[in-house]
């Protein structure tokens, strides 16, 4: 079922609010949204090569953006300098 699109955006708003706290990166609140939902997508590709998948609810999609979120501002540090 998953958890839809308006959930997306919250969890995704959530993560990327709670990676850039973390990882001390200084973004907006469309910049967060962002980074959850594309950190959420990456990882769950990355992690499905491994034949893992995260449930289809709300935590699991959390942690997983917020990991991808915390990732994609790691490299994106990396690449620019």
């Not at 959850?36 to 449930?55: E, Q, R, W």
């Amino acid at each position: 079922m998953g958890i839809g699109f308006l959930g997306a955006i919250i969890v995704g708003g959530l993560a990327g609010w709670i990676a850039s706290m973390i990882m001390k990166a200084d973004t907006g609140i469309i910049l967060n949204i962002g980074l959850g939902i594309v950190g959420a997508v990456i990882l769950n590709l990355i992690l499905s090569v491994f034949g893992i998948y995260a449930a289809d609810a709300w935590v699991p999609q959390l942690i997983v953006g917020l990991i991808g979120a915390c990732l994609l501002i790691f490299v994106w540090r990396r690449v620019r300098s």
